[in-house]
């Protein structure tokens, strides 16, 4: 009964304030898995290149994450080179090469046809919608994620998918260009005709805006003094908010609230090292200590 | 046992997505009076001039706030003409009119000399230290806003007065050039080295950061559907804060949380409408009912 997550996997070339860092581990589902998987068994469907071999399939062992359906083929990963100045919420991309990601074709196997969970990684919407109609049965949820460079030049596709979708999770700018609503409450009323039922703005280090039939909710980001690199954080975000969501089996709003909580707790981890390093060494008690600690923080008596 | 606020009362003319209006009565310990006189007694010491008459002092009435401290000179008020896009975070100032203001010299009545608390509005530093050393007693604290012109141009003046100051208010660009660190929590530590113990970060429409020696808290703003004018946002947010703080006598961390939620449920409201408009007709019953959902909102159970 995994969350079934389809997506990018891709190597990171990252330039931040606190460093250089090449061929960091890094696309949508990676930093997903390793996040969701910290509350939910995860299934992984994606493409690699021969340069992705066991080093890199080792970060994912020991975490329920099933990774059969990532996919190796010939020729090389896909590969992101990226930079951010003092403004860590914006990052300047430097170069994209999609190598076999370019082909990228989705053909989930068998065992991952009947998942309750599906996460829909930030791919072309045609892509999206292909997966939804490889499920053998409609999921409980599905979740998406999508991009400027989709909203602007793959509008019809993505309203289509839309349809299919329960929870939208983008940024605020996306938001906006996708209803052409500026303010966020009445950005939803619009997501709702398109199909999702639920939205989540992300925020980056201003935390995130969860809006649903019940009502809303607002987190701040966890206050950290240190980010290092933010690569990743909207996917670790997601894997949190929806590996809490599957745990919890419902979408109530009581457990919206502590999934992004989780996500958030999650992101916050995960920027404070470059790609998934701080995911990779982070214990459980840590974690729990985080989510404690900012549960108190937000507690007003 | 007032909450003594210093700064400036002014008509504003404003251009906003919602409208447009001239001659509306603004200024920070307007703004700030409207809002902290909610929860606490409020003397008001600021300069008008000859326009301001009976009309404007009417705004007031009917809510424990004290404008004998306000002196009416020859000449105009204080006029300030601001314009905002559909970015509401910013305010483009098309021209500042000082007038009366531009003389301005805090002279504290003697009954406003022993007040228990001060707010020293956005004024020229060497003015507010001037305030300071007129107090009859050391306050049981004193908060401070300021803004990049003195940060900028009043830097050696500034650090004077902060040495004498509590609580800190100011946006994020403010405490970042004010301490050249762009994280928050760094600009924390530096703040602290100045004088102030408590650094309240106004975030706009992503609310608030709270830092102080007991830890962070932080806080989105209350989600609108509706944002006519973000013009005293911030000085309503400080008249709930403090106004609260006032009240509550105490900075334990629990008063500093509920007060940080009161202020930005005051600010919500008052960017409803144009100028103190929304506040002048909020009915007590709405105002708890709100910092009730608000609360209720935040709680992640």
Not at 63 to 86: C, E, M, N, T
Not at 281 to 298: C, I, N, P, Q, S
Request: glycine share 10%; net charge negative; hydrophobic share 45%.
């Amino acid at each position: 009964m995994s969350l079934l997550a389809v997506g990018s996997v891709a190597f990171d070339d990252l330039e931040t304030p606190s460093g250089i860092r090449e061929n960091v581990l890094g696309g949508s589902v990676t930093h997903f898995s390793l996040s969701a998987s910290r509350f939910h068994p995860v299934q992984v469907v994606g493409v690699v290149g021969e340069d992705f071999g066991p080093d890199q399939f080792k970060v994912f062992e020991g975490r329920p994450i099933d990774v059969s359906g990532i996919v190796r083929q010939p020729g090389l990963s896909f590969h992101w080179k990226g930079q951010y100045g003092a403004d860590l919420n914006e990052a300047r991309t430097l170069q994209t090469d999609l190598n076999v990601f370019a082909d990228f074709q989705p053909d989930l196997p068998p065992a991952h046809r009947a998942a309750p969970y599906l996460f829909l990684g930030n791919i072309a919407p045609a892509l999206q919608l292909d997966v939804v109609r490889q499920m053998a049965a409609r999921p409980k949820w599905i979740a998406l994620d999508t991009m400027n460079f989709w909203i602007d030049g793959a509008r019809p596709a993505l309203m289509e998918v839309l349809k299919e979708i329960d929870i939208l999770l983008v940024n605020e700018a996306e938001a906006r260009s996708l209803t052409g609503e500026r303010n966020l409450v009445k950005a939803y009323a619009k997501v709702r005709t398109f199909g999702p039922r639920i939205l989540v703005v992300k925020r980056g280090e201003y935390g995130m805006l969860l809006l649903t039939p019940e009502g809303l909710f607002a987190l701040p980001a966890f206050p950290l003094a240190e980010v290092q690199d933010p690569t990743g954080a909207g996917d670790t975000f997601a894997g949190g908010f929806l590996g809490y969501l599957a745990r919890a089996g419902t979408l109530d709003m009581a457990s919206l609230k502590r999934a992004a909580l989780a996500g958030t707790v999650m992101a916050s981890f995960a920027v404070e090292a470059f790609g998934t390093e701080r995911l990779q060494g982070l214990g459980d008690a840590e974690l729990r200590g985080r989510m404690d600690a900012f549960a108190e923080m937000l507690r007003v008596g």
